[in-house]
């Protein structure tokens, strides 16, 4: 590997590495490798495993509102293949990545080759540097998706944006109340309603609970003026379950 590119690669890192040998293999690809033991496909498992800690941790502490369930999805989201290879596209690190000649071309380069880089680097700066280093580099790199999946997530997710509005402006959680609940067992309807610091919203109707309450979320960030009117004609009879 030249002294350019380790260079440039450190450069795109933003990290400066004591064993060269470790940046080397995380940017060789099986195809140009003497053998697959010496391509990145080993660093590509460890940088997996890694990179879930990392951004698992980040989640934990960036919405300290959510459940399990919708911190599963962001962390699905943010560590999957096409934000991975997104990361290794948009710093310059797909670049740094050797090929062989059975590659046609960078510019039609897969995602799960791009992917497969950012997580071997993962490997490379954690093996080299230790865990505040890669967690360094991956909080760098990847908050900016997190925020991105979030908007796109949190947009339909009204539960999730109320209860972080109130927690923050009002220091209380939203309560969910069951008002009624009408038709047979086998097609029912819920009528649910939002209770906050004693204060009673609207209810909403839905063809179960889970969809209710986001109609009832919905309802209540209407009224404390969080969202508006025009939003609410839009979504409101298309909500689903989440």
Request: aromatic share 8%.
């Amino acid at each position: 590997m030249s002294p350019d590119l380790i260079c440039k690669a450190e450069e795109v890192l933003g990290y400066r590495f004591k064993n060269h040998d470790l940046l080397r293999e995380s940017l060789t690809h099986a195809s140009i490798a003497d053998n697959r033991l010496q391509s990145n496909e080993r660093m590509e498992f460890l940088g997996d495993a890694v990179l879930d800690l990392i951004v698992c941790e980040l989640l934990y502490k960036r919405f300290p509102q959510l459940l399990e369930g919708d911190l599963t999805k962001i962390k699905s989201a943010v560590v999957s293949r096409k934000i991975c290879a997104e990361v290794a596209m948009e710093t310059g690190l797909a670049e740094l990545l050797i090929i062989g000649k059975g590659i046609s071309s960078r510019a039609a380069m897969p995602h799960s080759l791009a992917a497969a880089v950012y997580e071997s680097v993962v490997a490379a700066i954690y093996l080299d540097g230790g865990f505040e280093s890669v967690k360094q580099y991956v909080l760098r790199t990847i908050t900016p998706k997190v925020e991105a999946v979030w908007a796109n997530l949190g947009q339909h997710n009204y539960k999730a944006v109320l209860q972080q509005y109130v927690q923050k402006q009002l220091g209380a959680t939203p309560i969910y109340e069951l008002l009624d609940e009408k038709g047979p067992d086998h097609s029912k309807c819920f009528e649910v309603c939002v209770v906050i610091n004693g204060r009673r919203f609207a209810g909403a109707w839905g063809p179960n609970k889970k969809t209710a309450e986001q109609k009832a979320a919905l309802l209540a960030l209407e009224e404390m003026g969080v969202v508006g009117k025009k939003e609410v004609n839009q979504v409101y009879d298309s909500l689903v379950e989440q």
